[in-house]
Structure formats: C-alpha cells, structure tokens
C-alpha cells in the first residue's frame, strides 16, 4: 500500500525557473508604480520612508519563483513593519496601494512553495494580516473583506500548481510509457537475432572440425542475421531522431512476415502455420502478433532442451487472433522459471491491445505460449 504525502513533507513543484521575464516585468512595473505613487500623494505621512520601504519588495518580487517562502518572508514583514510603525507613531495609513503586490507573494508561495514553506509562510502571513487589521482600526466588514480576499489568492495558487501537478505527471507517464515500449522494442528485435547468431556459432563449432565445408554456410547465416539486426537498429534510431517519426518509420513487420521465420535446415526446426481464412488485421495488431511470435521463437531457440521442433500456428478464434507457439523441448517437472524481460514485455503487448497472453508447460512436454488477441484494436 502506497501512502500519498502530506502536504508538510511535499516536495517543491519543478516548473519554478529561478527569474522570468515576466518577474522583471513585474518588478519595474511595480517600481515605477511605487515612485509615481510616492509622488502624488504628498499628504501621506512619513512618505520618504514608506516610498522606500516599498521598493525592498523589488528584490522579493525576482525571487518569488525560486524562493518563495523567502520572498513572501520580505515582502510581508515590509507589511508588517509598517502596520507597526503606524501603531507606535499614530500617523494614520502608512501603506501605498501598490503594496497590493504583497499578495502576488502569498500566490507564488502557496504556487511554487513546498509544503513546509506554505504552511510556515501562511501562518506568518496570518500574523501580518491580523497586525494590519488591528493597526488600521478595520471594522467587520473590511476583515470579512480582507480575508476573502486573502483566501481567494490562495485558492487560486492552489488550483494552478494542480493543474500543474497534474501536467507533470501527464508528461512522466507519456515519457514512461515511451521508455517501456522502446524497452520491449529493443528486446524483441535484438534477442531474436542476436539468439539466431548464437545458435548458428554454436552449430558451426560444432561442424568446423568434422565439416568444414558447412563452415561456411553458417557463417553466411550469421552475418545474415547481424545484418538484420543492424538495419533494424538503424530503422529504431532514426524513429527517434526523426521529427516526424511517421515518416521515418518503415511499415512494421506482421503476419504476412511469419513463414520468413521457419526453418527446416535448424536445430529445433522452425514450422509456421497461417490459417487461409484469416481476416485483413488492425495494423497493431499485426505487428503484434509478430513480435509474440518472434519472441516466442526466441525463447524456445535460447532455453527449450533437447528440442527439435518449434511450431507457430496463428487461427481465427470469433473475433479475436490466437498465436500458438509450442516446442518439444524436456521440461524439468515441477519447475516454472521466473519470467523475464521477454515474457513481461510480451505480456504487455497482448495487454495493450486488450488481449492476454499465457506460457507455461504443456502435459506432453515442452512449452508453450498462446496470445489471444482482438481483431481490430479497442477504441
């Protein structure tokens, strides 16, 4: 069971850049909006100092991305300093309008703060709040007012960093999704060639001392099989450097690819068989089935003992696919092995397109896999 977070111990959003130009913006506006200000209000008391006061929250206003609770610490205790000064000194309001922009602070730490920094940050900026209120003699009305306000900015950093939550996550599972099937891709296509190279230097270490002359025949085979497995790599490396990967990519291999993978010349031999009445297939599913297939075949090539025969048979099945690949191979009894990159990925694929997959022993010895899949693909 898996226990989501606390909103103390939440970690700080990663869509924070330290200075925007958009936070430059902000701060010449609010500069230039506190000297006119500062200006045009001659009656207001000790307004060298408030003038002043007010532009230190210049600084806060750069950092409120990158440093939220700091520059909400800034910017509110300028606030604070002030509904004390105007307490002590019975001068009368002290604030400028433009230090509104105290509230743009209290939304880039509740934004871009972690969870610790907001709750810290919003129960000092509660204090500050209370402090104003009481030092400007604020009525009912004006508090219910203020703490509307102060509220709704809050709520609204709150919608905006889930929807920036959200976004993220989105992103991470797309990216995730993109590195498991690029996995699965890369096992499927190398395992396969790379087990037939295998098999075919084995076979010739065999025959190089008692037949030479069949020397040569397996090395055909295996720089055969190593020149497919570089064309395919070369074919998944330019999907992924393509901006159009649509264009790059070539058309998949399918069912009409599967009798290029029997063999009657190896050990185990390689039968394939393709029911005639099988109808025209959703292209994923297509290349699916293929991909099963040689999967399939790879793993009966690599761990079938003793096998002489593997057989892949694909029939109609009402409106689904059956692929059944089975080998003659000895099975320990008893033993299931643990399954491994190859199975999970091909379980996965069947998954996908919302079919199934089984493999295990079969009562007459060997092993087999069987994936039941839907003719078109689900919507």
Do not use: K
């Amino acid at each position: 069971m898996t226990l989501r977070p606390s909103i103390w111990h939440e970690p700080r959003p990663a869509d924070a850049p330290a200075v925007g130009r958009l936070d430059w913006l902000l701060a010449g506006v609010f500069a230039g909006t506190v000297v006119v200000e500062g200006i045009a209000r001659p009656g207001l008391a000790w307004r060298p100092v408030v003038t002043v006061l007010a532009l230190a929250l210049v600084p806060a206003l750069l950092q409120r991305r990158a440093h939220p609770l700091v520059a909400a610490l800034i910017g509110w205790g300028i606030a604070g300093l002030l509904s004390i000064l105007q307490l002590t000194t019975h001068a009368g309001d002290l604030g400028l309008y433009s230090m509104m922009a105290v509230l743009i602070l209290l939304y880039s730490l509740v934004r871009w703060g972690s969870g610790r920094e907001i709750i810290a940050g919003t129960a000092y900026v509660t204090v500050v709040v209370a402090l104003g209120m009481y030092a400007s003699a604020a009525g009912w009305t004006d508090l219910f007012g203020g703490t509307v306000l102060v509220l709704l900015i809050i709520a609204l950093a709150v919608v905006f960093r889930s929807r920036a939550d959200l976004w993220h996550r989105r992103q991470r599972e797309i990216r995730n999704d993109e590195r498991v099937g690029l996995a699965r891709e890369l096992h499927d296509t190398v395992a396969h060639h790379v087990s037939a190279i295998a098999v075919q230097a084995q076979a010739g270490r065999a025959v190089v001392g008692i037949e030479p002359e069949r020397a040569a025949g397996v090395l055909a085979a295996i720089e055969s099989e190593a020149s497919r497995t570089l064309a395919e790599m070369r074919t998944m490396v330019r999907v992924l450097r393509a901006e159009d990967a649509a264009d790059a990519y070539s058309p998949p291999l399918g069912l009409a690819d599967l009798p290029a993978l029997a063999r009657a010349d190896t050990t185990p031999r390689v039968e394939v068989s393709l029911e005639a009445s099988l109808p025209r297939l959703a292209r994923p599913v297509d290349a699916a089935l293929y991909r099963l297939a040689q999967e399939s075949l790879t793993n009966a090539v690599r761990h079938a003992r003793s096998a002489t025969r593997v057989g892949i048979d694909v029939r109609r099945d009402g409106d689904a696919v059956r692929l059944r690949v089975s080998d003659d191979g000895r099975t320990a009894p008893g033993l299931v092995p643990e399954p491994g990159f190859g199975l999970l990925g091909m379980t996965e694929r069947a998954h996908l397109l919302g079919g199934s997959l089984t493999a295990g022993p079969r009562s007459g010895g060997g092993w087999v896999v069987e994936a039941v899949l839907p003719v078109e693909t689900p919507a």
